[in-house]
């Protein structure tokens, strides 16, 4: 630095000492005021270079003792072109493109001090982000399915019964929908925490007298870890069965189901939200495979006729209100998915595999001790979606299984019991169910979307005679046998169509849309008793408002209904 200093005044003070000399010749008071001035003009460049030479060194110690892999990435700032602020997606910092495990202490930490998303509060290096709907919805039925806003589609009434010959109108708020997000990183790892609710929790038989108090349900709630190309989920989540709008992910916007209003999706989409746990890795930015197990259930309804010297053992299963159900084991699934772009336009698709089982237990007859009985059953699942053109999807999935009706809202059962030929004990056997949907969705503007679909769910008959019966031998039991109940099902049908509209969006105050929903279904038994309907059908309208919180309404840019 001394250096520095001496070529300086090397360079500048040989070129001052002659204008002194001239000076003195010409005016001797000009000359020392001049002499002064300059003196003093080149002090302060000396310690504007000094100052500045500082800081490049302050510069090049950081550099030297960060690591290669830390450099900070830096932070987009557009500005909205609505009242001049800040985007929320664009409060985030830009993403790395080295995997988390990769990631510096620098990086991480400007991660942390970084502007938190609109509707979101940061508690120390936590960012808490609140979100969900406030929904106003009126439902209008050509039956009365008996349904509040998710629809029953296996009890279907049929038009010979006094349910089949009215209507049903509803006016709801309970579709109105609150979450919480909770997201941090550290080491290399990123959590995120989620919990979402909704208002159609286990009500109260009165519930539609004066006060209407509908009581909140968990929908969602688990913990996620990304580390590196891993990623470990742990809680209540969207079953791997429910297809992927893209990804592998559990986040409500990530998955393919439909803009419908109705809580049951549609039909032939497969799906539960249980209790599960999965770990995923993602090979590449185009592949990720994962394998976990989430919470079962041995579904029978009210549609499978159990042999008649053992109908004590319809208490070991799910018959519609049994919670208590003896499951065997969790359910095991696995899902393979592949994302990419071609020319602009995502392509995902998805191979998503089954393996369940059940048990019952039950003494047989002539034998003073009990016996267990196991089945097992399985299946799976593609899935695809592709943009056509940019902001038109086309979407299709199909499901195939032994064992899998509990993915299908209750509208069939999982297995049946069935009796040796001495009528002295029974098996159990899984009955066939697949599922189909397709349809195409249309973002046609930012302020208005459309979506059409049509699904079908199918159940295999299962059925054989009582050999337990002593008094009316050869009766048929099981599934879908001659003379069965017209609640036996076939075959459901739907067909649909969605309007929805953004009134009004700011990242600042959240967003105002309506929706409408009209579907079309059919339910077909296995068995039709002479002079009796061969389907049930109904026609059915969801209508309604709702505001958007600010947080989600900045998901209605990918997908128009908020999640």
Do not use: C
């Not at 932070?75 to 072109?81: D, G, R, W």
């Not at 941090?184 to 929790?201: C, L, P, Q, R």
């Not at 696995?334 to 003494?363: C, I, N, P, W």
């Amino acid at each position: 630095m001394k250096a520095f200093y001496i070529l300086f005044a090397s360079l500048i003070l040989p070129g001052s000492i002659p204008a002194q000399a001239v000076g003195e010749q010409l005016d001797s008071s000009a000359s020392t005021a001049n002499l002064v001035a300059e003196v003093k003009e080149l002090r302060e460049a000396l310690l504007k270079t000094q100052k500045q030479v500082a800081a490049q060194q302050r510069e090049i110690e950081t550099l030297k003792t960060q690591p290669r892999h830390g450099l900070p990435t830096p932070i987009s700032k557009e500005i909205s072109p609505i009242d001049g602020e800040t985007n929320a997606s664009d409060s985030v910092p830009a993403p790395s493109t080295l995997p988390d495990y990769a990631v510096g202490d620098t990086q991480q930490k400007q991660r942390k001090t970084a502007q938190p998303p609109v509707g979101s509060f940061k508690f120390g290096d936590a960012i808490l982000t609140l979100g969900g709907f406030v929904d106003f919805e009126n439902i209008f039925r050509t039956t009365n399915t008996q349904s509040n806003i998710a629809t029953n589609y296996g009890t279907i009434p049929y038009n010979n019964t006094a349910q089949g010959r009215v209507s049903e109108f509803r006016a709801t708020a309970q579709f109105s929908r609150l979450n919480v997000k909770v997201t941090d990183s550290f080491h290399g790892n990123d959590v995120t925490g989620y919990i979402e609710g909704d208002f159609s929790g286990n009500d109260a038989p009165g519930v539609y007298q004066s006060v209407n108090p509908h009581s909140n349900r968990l929908r969602l709630y688990f913990v996620t870890l990304k580390r590196g190309k891993w990623e470990f989920l742990a809680g209540q989540t969207w079953s791997w069965l429910t297809p992927n709008r893209t990804g592998i992910g559990p986040m409500p916007p990530d998955l393919a189901i439909t803009y419908n209003e109705d809580q049951n999706l549609g039909v032939g989409v497969p799906y539960t939200r249980a209790a599960e746990f999965r770990a995923a890795y993602h090979p590449s930015e185009h592949w990720a495979l994962g394998l976990g197990i989430e919470n079962s259930n041995q579904y029978i309804g009210n549609y499978v006729a159990l042999p008649s010297q053992f109908t004590s053992i319809g208490s070991q299963f799910d018959n519609g209100a049994n919670p208590g159900a003896a499951n065997l084991m969790p359910d095991i699934l696995s899902k393979v998915t592949y994302d990419r772009d071609f020319s602009g336009r995502h392509f995902h698709a998805e191979v998503t595999g089954l393996f369940t089982g059940a048990q019952a237990s039950v003494m047989p007859i002539g034998s003073a001790a009990f016996k267990t009985h196991q089945t097992f059953g399985g299946g799976g699942q593609i899935a695809a979606n592709y943009e056509l053109r940019p902001k038109l999807l086309l979407l299709a999935n199909a499901f195939w299984s032994d064992g899998g009706a509990h993915y299908l809202v209750a509208t069939g059962p999982q297995l049946v019991v069935r009796p040796n030929p001495a009528g002295t004990d029974v098996s159990l056997s899984m009955v066939h169910v697949g599922a189909g949907s397709a349809g195409i969705e249309w973002i046609a503007s930012e302020k208005e979307a459309f979506a059409a679909y049509y699904g079908a769910d199918y159940f295999g008959r299962n059925f054989f005679p009582d050999t337990t019966n002593r008094i009316q031998p050869g009766t048929i039991i099981g599934f879908g046998g001659p003379g069965s109940s017209n609640a036996n099902n076939r075959a459901i049908q739907q067909i649909t169509f969605d309007w929805l509209q953004t009134f009004w969006k700011n990242p600042r105050y959240g967003a105002l849309q309506s929706y409408v929903q009209y579907s079309y279904l059919t339910r077909a038994p296995w068995f039709v008793a002479p002079e009796t309907p061969n389907n049930a059908h109904l026609s059915m309208v969801y209508f309604g408002f709702r505001y958007v919180l600010p947080s989600t309404s900045g998901t209605l840019l990918r997908v128009p209904y908020p999640n």
